[in-house]
T-cell receptor
Framework: GAVVSQHPSRVICKSGTSVKIECRSLDFQATTMFWYRQFPKQSLMLMATSNEGSKATYEQGVEKDKFLINHASLTLSTLTVTSAHPEDSSFYIC??????????????FGPGTRLTVL | GENVEQHPSTLSVQEGDSAVIKCTYSDSASNYFPWYKQELGKGPQLIIDIRSNVGEKKDQRIAVTLNKTAKHFSLHITETQPEDSAVYFCAASIRFSGGYNKLIFGAGTRLAVHP
């Protein structure tokens, strides 16, 4: 399958600071990328859908000013957690969908970023 | 809203036995059904998927079946091995207003394969 990378894999920051997470599709161009959040022993919660060159579409209840998403190119999307607080601590996972028309295309996930806010 | 139900939440089998995980979906327009395996501390890995124009798909020890009428699909793992131990998620594609698609995930099944 296609490869999606994420950086950093782990980050610890102080409350009030901002953290940027990068997501890259390494061997394909992804017109659509997704950002998920996952709490321990729970399923994946979609935060936003990111399309290259346009504004991200946020899910209900996700603050767009808190979680800034930029999809600057066909292989890179970034998530910035602004003014992070302890409750933002979580496992953040990006995903990229292979391009194409017609039926839904395959979606591949990155390895995730463990964010801890002190 | 649209949802995907997944059962069981935990599954324990002996090495060599088969494991079956079942999911039901609510949106009759869903046309893509992937299965992901997630190991501890890692991102989900796509292991198999099926589209609405087929009823069954097999890849070595894993297979997926789809019943569109009943709106359910299942993952079958045969000859299980300890390295199959992980959390498995099913998902169904949902088409939303504006023309974009996204996946709705089940709650996950924690599979433990005992030697």
């Amino acid at each position: 399958g296609a490869v999606v990378s994420q950086h950093p894999s782990r980050v610890i920051c102080k409350s009030g600071t901002s953290v940027k997470i990068e997501c890259r599709s390494l061997d394909f161009q992804a017109t659509t990328m997704f950002w998920y959040r996952q709490f321990p022993k729970q399923s994946l919660m979609l935060m936003a859908t990111s399309n290259e060159g346009s504004k991200a579409t946020y899910e209900q209840g996700v603050e767009k000013d808190k979680f800034l998403i930029n999809h600057a190119s066909l292989t890179l999307s970034t998530l910035t957690v602004t003014s992070a607080h302890p409750e933002d601590s979580s496992f953040y996972i990006c995903s990229a969908r292979t391009p194409g028309r017609g039926l839904y295309n395959e979606q591949f996930f990155g390895p995730g970023t463990r964010l801890t806010v002190l | 809203g649209e949802n995907v139900e997944q059962h069981p939440s935990t599954l324990s089998v002996q090495e060599g036995d088969s494991a079956v995980i079942k999911c039901t979906y609510s949106d009759s327009a869903s046309n893509y059904f992937p299965w992901y395996k997630q190991e501890l501390g890692k991102g989900p890995q796509l292991i198999i998927d099926i589209r609405s124009n087929v009823g069954e798909k097999k890849d070595q020890r894993i297979a997926v079946t789809l019943n569109k009428t009943a709106k359910h699909f299942s993952l079958h793992i045969t000859e299980t091995q300890p390295e199959d131990s992980a959390v498995y998620f099913c998902a169904a594609s949902i088409r939303f207003s504006g023309g974009y698609n996204k996946l709705i995930f089940g709650a996950g099944t924690r599979l433990a394969v005992h030697p």
